[in-house]
């Protein structure tokens, strides 16, 4: 059954289901992986999720391929997100409660300069 996937209604599965597979089971019953994608899809969302352990950076891969139209429209976005550690997420803490105390007594001063 169709679900909500990033605000698209379609399914989600593994890539590796229905590349590597010659057989899938889908909706209780058995279908060929081949069929996966039919006359009605029109939307093909693949996402990559890559870690580095070294580094401590997680890249996200999402490549989308429109098939609705008479020719398909592909759309890659490569996105990373590092994890902080030791001094440098010390340092982010530090910074962000500043830029929070900052914002906490502007709010104070343009509800003061309101009231008055």
């Known amino acids: 059954e169709p679900r909500n996937v990033q605000g698209d209604v379609g399914f989600a599965d593994l890539l590796y289901s229905i590349t590597d597979n010659e057989m899938v089971f889908r909706d209780g019953r058995l279908r060929q992986t081949r069929d996966f994608i039919d006359p009605h899809t029109q939307k093909i969302t693949i ?39 030791g001094s440098e997420l010390r340092t982010y803490i530090v910074v962000l409660g500043c830029a929070v105390l900052v914002a906490i007594l502007m709010l104070i001063d343009v509800v003061n300069q309101w009231l008055q």
């Open 47 to 85: 996402l990559l999720v890559f870690f580095t352990p070294q580094y401590g950076i997680t890249s996200v891969m999402q490549v989308s391929a429109d098939v609705s139209g008479p020719s398909p429209v592909v759309e890659t976005e490569l996105s990373h997100y590092t994890i902080l550690e």
